[in-house]
């Protein structure tokens, strides 16, 4: 299983959706990394992304975007293969 990183904040919809398909598909652990807590990784997440939003989500170093990019590979049966 590769490893997976999220930046999220602690009240998000979307970031909790993402870790529940996530988790449907075996992943047992994910990186968190708070930006409302760090409010300096905001401006990392904003440099390797060029998104402002959370979550975003990176599966070992391909950024995959936000929970409907994850939603969206999980529909195209490509989330499993690419956490293999």
Do not use: N, W
């Not at 398909?21 to 401006?43: A, F, Y």
Request: glycine content about 6%; charged content about 30%.
């Amino acid at each position: 299983m590769k490893k997976v990183l999220m930046y999220s904040t602690g009240y998000c919809p979307y970031c909790s959706r993402a870790e529940m398909l996530l988790k449907q598909r075996g992943v047992t652990e994910i990186e968190k990394i708070r930006i409302d807590v760090e409010p300096q990784r905001r401006d990392e997440m904003i440099q390797r992304t060029g998104r402002r939003t959370v979550p975003q989500i990176f599966i070992d170093d391909t950024h995959v975007g936000g929970f409907d990019d994850l939603a969206a590979l999980d529909r195209a049966d490509k989330l499993v293969p690419m956490l293999a």
